[in-house]
């Protein structure tokens, strides 16, 4: 996958600016041997010998299997005479029953089951992916049958109707700034407002109001930002992802008016660089909408483009060890190369503005600031009629490290942002350093600087955050964010904040009111999960080594720590009264730590043992004594922790069970979000809110969904919001309901969703039973005779019988 973005610039009338960026190489995708690997691997075709033995070896195993299925089914047919007897005699009015549905479905002769038949009480869907019986309904994915039952209140279930929640989504607020990994992404309108990027959303921040509006008309992530020199217009390029089905999809320019945010293209030309193999360099004319011109810029990559302001045939490319200067002249390319000369050839043209003079200044991965420009060709080097080129005309050493960023001032002043040295310097028109400051450690290296009114400025930094200062005041963080994938969300059981963690081993504390983070601490291993204790005092946090900790929310020291197995933890829940904390593991296991001292001493309780894979998510029930999970393999497991952490194995006996939360995504109230085919990591968290009123998903399509709760039937209908560039790894509920948070993985974005609308407080049970057309109140027992039609059918179907006998009472299994 090939992802491309754009540098994109403008050339505006007779006179033309631009600003650009461009996304650093996502790196080259190789699939290569190496020579180390052709000497451990000599002799390919014996390599392939053994692969097809063990494939002829494993054929073998699937016939054996399949003999041994075989021999099971006739054995079942040589049964099924005698167990008709048998039951005949315990029950002498079963017999027919059992005559009237063997008739309706030839069962003497086929026995294949009838769709038709209302005596069977089995029902089958018109999709593959899940059938339902009167007691149960069965979801396949990947091929796997999961089990869910019919809790009793529900007594038509096909006549339960699904609608779209009452309530909606509206984003409120967007916390992050994409510095790590793009240039040139950070502007300040003549609004007051600091216009930057993260995922697919791009945000204009009063400075001084703190409010925030947003453009969101992409659909994937931006990566390149520009503004128009009339400081109204602004241009943004999205990189080229791909649909659903795995297509590829073309990246694509949204131009718009930063006032309105609607989109336009009233724009004369813009300029644009991919991130193709080729750089395909392109300038458009978006007023007629066509590609005015084209060519293949380099192999290497290219870190920004600009129009020369003086002329606008002029065209400026930097990148990977070059410095191009292109001319256009009736839709055609020349390019000249900057020639280095006596000067050592930097490994990285990071960046270039235009001075006053005309002049072209570099900044460049040795730290120094180039002065370029145009010098008569050297005829004995480059040989007769040699036209004019391009060459340095002054070297300043500027900083340790790299020159990220180039900012001119008003009066030809110069700001430099250094890399290693993280130093932000001022110099004068003929570049004399006049000032210099250096921004703290924990928000990384200069990645950008904004102008605000020649003396305050704005600057992004490389670990996703933007400050706000001045030399003589210093900066302060204004925008923050996480600087690698997040897993880890958690919000306040009575205040409005949130806890996150993820991949940068980071801790951090957000305010929902303030829209501002409280505090953020660093961790030796990164944390996955978290949760709160009901107290709201403490908070726990999973890492990836199977070690947890419990922190402090007002001093940040940590309270304390236990290490559960050698694997990461997944999930971290406290029971209702909090006196239970369950931890889940990938190493199969939940392990229930009793909570004491308001929740700043704990000590093993018991140990959960019987999944088969990974734990993914749990929840207690309302009363504490109980917990559902969901593990890796896609299996439904309760427990009864007041009985010691015992399975139950009759999972018919937790229909009826009310949870607390409800974070499993794999459940019979949760079972209609999702999508037929899903393979069982579309869905990666859901959250219901505490009202019970909906419940929110976070798919692996960079999409959020609101459903109706409880959503029980097969493709139930959804509000859906876009606005992540990747996976959304997480959704939580405020305390009150009145906010929603998601979490985006790669893209390091968290997203502050407003719930509007919703009418009265509609209990989700009886939401349940208004949906069925009988009485709301608990069903009597099915008779004998139905209980014994379904072992029959469940018999003929070639099923085993034990699942259909446990769901009866005591006198039916008795009687049976």
């Not at 930057?196 to 969101?216: E, K, M, P």
């Not at 080229?240 to 009233?266: E, M, R, Y």
């Not at 390019?335 to 490994?347: D, H, L």
């Amino acid at each position: 996958q090939n992802c491309a973005s754009t540098l994109i610039c403008y050339e505006h009338e007779s006179k033309s600016s631009c600003t650009s960026l461009m996304k650093q190489p996502s790196g080259l995708f190789v699939d290569d041997v190496s020579a180390d690997s052709s000497a451990e691997f000599p002799d390919r075709a014996s390599m392939m010998e053994v692969r097809l033995q063990a494939q002829e070896d494993e054929i073998t195993l699937l016939k054996s299997s399949l003999a041994d299925a075989l021999r099971r089914i006739r054995l079942h047919d040589q049964l099924l005479p005698l167990l008709k007897q048998q039951l005949i005699a315990v029950n002498p009015g079963a017999a027919r029953v059992l005559n009237q549905a063997c008739c309706s479905e030839g069962c003497t002769s086929s026995r294949k089951l009838s769709s038709s038949s209302a005596v069977d009480g089995i029902r089958h869907a018109p999709t593959r992916y899940w059938t339902y019986t009167l007691r149960s309904i069965k979801m396949f994915i990947r091929g796997r049958p999961i089990t869910m039952y019919i809790p009793s209140n529900i007594q038509n279930y096909e006549d339960l109707k699904m609608e779209p929640p009452s309530e909606r989504l509206e984003l409120d607020w967007v916390y992050g700034y994409r510095g790590r990994d793009c240039r040139a992404n950070l502007y300040f309108l003549p609004t007051g407002e600091a216009v930057y990027f993260i995922a697919c959303v791009i945000v204009l921040y009063h400075i001084n109001n703190r409010t925030q509006r947003h453009y969101r008309k992409h659909t994937d992530c931006v990566r390149c930002l520009t503004l128009h020199p009339d400081k109204v217009r602004v241009a943004s390029g999205q990189t080229a992802g791909v649909d659903k089905d795995g297509k590829p999809l073309q990246p694509c320019v949204h131009i718009w008016d930063s006032t309105s945010l609607v989109t336009l293209q009233q724009i004369a030309f813009l300029c644009v660089i991919d991130d193709s193999n080729e750089h395909m360099l392109s300038v458009w004319d978006c007023n007629k909408g066509t590609k005015h011109a084209e060519i293949k810029s380099t192999n290497e990559a290219v870190f920004a483009v600009e129009f020369n302001p003086s002329d606008s045939t002029n065209i400026i490319t930097c990148g990977k060890s070059h410095v191009y200067f292109w001319t256009l002249s009736a839709g055609q390319f020349t390019k000249k190369q900057g020639i280095f000369g006596k000067y050592k050839k930097p490994k990285f043209i990071q960046c270039f503005v235009f001075s006053l003079t005309g002049d072209v200044l570099t900044g460049d991965s040795e730290g120094n600031i180039l002065t370029w420009g145009k010098s008569a060709a050297d005829i004995k080097t480059l040989g007769k009629g040699a036209k004019e080129t391009f060459q340095i005309m002054r070297q300043t050493r500027a900083h340790e490290g790299s020159v990220f960023t180039l900012c001119t001032l008003q009066g030809g002043a110069l700001l430099s942002g250094g890399g290693k040295d993280r130093k932000i310097i001022r110099w004068s028109a003929d570049l004399a350093p006049e000032r210099e400051c250096e921004i703290p450690e924990k928000f990384g290296a200069v990645r950008t600087i904004a102008d605000v009114d020649g003396e305050e400025l704005l600057v992004g930094t490389t670990r996703n955050a933007v400050l706000r200062g001045t030399f003589s005041d210093g900066f302060v963080a204004i925008v923050q964010g996480h600087v690698d994938e997040m897993w880890g969300l958690a919000t306040h059981p009575s205040q409005n904040i949130f806890l996150t963690c993820g991949h940068d081993r980071q801790v951090c504390l957000w305010n929902t009111e303030e829209h501002k983070l409280d505090w953020c601490i660093s961790l030796e291993e990164y944390g996955l999960c978290a949760d709160f204790c009901p107290n709201g005092s403490v908070v726990s946090v999973g890492l990836s080594t199977g070690r947890w900790m419990v922190l402090d929310l007002l001093t940040r020291e940590v309270v304390s720590e236990s290490t559960d197995g050698n694997e990461q933890l997944s999930v971290m829940r406290y029971s209702p009264d909090g006196s239970f904390l369950a931890v889940g593991s990938h190493d199969n296991f939940i392990y229930i730590y009793n909570v004491t001292e308001s929740g700043r001493r704990y000590t093993r309780f018991g140990k959960c043992n019987g999944h088969s894979s990974f734990i993914t998510h749990l929840d207690w029930s309302k009363d504490g004594k109980y917990i559902m999970s969901n593990s890796g393999d896609y299996e439904i497991l309760y427990w009864d922790i007041a009985a010691g952490c015992k399975l139950l194995r009759n999972r018919f006996e937790s229909k009826d069970r009310e949870w607390a939360s409800y974070t499993c995504v794999l459940g019979f109230h949760v079972m209609g979000v999702w999508l037929e085919g899903s393979d069982g990591t579309d869905i990666n968290a859901l959250c219901r809110s505490h009202s019970e009123r909906v419940v929110a998903v976070a798919d692996d399509f960079c999409k959020v969904h609101l459903f109706q709760y409880p959503c029980p039937k097969p493709k139930a209908p959804s509000h859906k919001y876009e606005g992540h560039g990747s996976h959304v790894t997480n959704v939580c509920f405020t305390h009150s309901d009145s906010h929603l948070l998601s979490m985006g993985g790669k893209d390091m974005c968290i997203l502050q969703w407003k719930v509007i609308g919703g009418g009265g407080m509609v209990d989700s049970r009886e939401r349940l039973a208004s949906g069925s057309s009988t009485s709301t109140s608990s069903p009597e027992p099915a008779t004998i005779q139905q209980d014994l039609t379904l072992l029959i059918h469940s018999v003929n179907k070639r099923k085993i019988s034990k699942s259909v006998v446990s769901n009866l009472t005591p006198d039916q299994q008795s009687q049976l």
